[in-house]
């Protein structure tokens, strides 16, 4: 069976084919914000999740995009709004990690 990891991973790689952004450069940033870890959680501010959503900028943009608010480290939910995100304004949101995944941006 495949581990929750390698579970995650495909997924997050599916989702960045879906949206049209390069796999290597999305499943990294998840990797560099969590390890994909769904359960991640900053100590310091309230990002937590795959993509470490704040969750003003997680509950903001979920609504905008019609998504659901109710799970919001479930890490399917996580990964549609970062491509989302990512396909409409590009990767700023991300900038704190950019020094981990900024040599796959291409």
């Known amino acids: 069976t495949l581990t929750e990891r390698t579970k995650i991973e495909d997924m997050v790689i599916s989702k ?3 949206f049209n952004i390069s796999p290597e450069l999305f499943l990294r940033i998840a990797i560099c914000e969590s390890g994909l870890k769904t359960d991640a959680q900053n100590p310091r501010s309230t990002a937590s999740g795959i993509f470490q959503f704040l969750n003003s900028t997680f509950f903001n943009y979920a609504q905008a995009y019609d998504l ?5 480290n479930d890490p399917e939910i996580q990964a549609e709004l970062a491509a989302l995100m990512i396909r409409d304004g590009g990767l700023s949101h991300w900038n ?4 981990c995944w900024s040599s796959v941006a291409g």
Do not use: G, I, M, N
């Open 16 to 18: 960045a084919r879906e």
């Open 68 to 72: 659901p608010v109710s799970d919001k």
């Open 96 to 99: 704190a990690s950019k020094s």
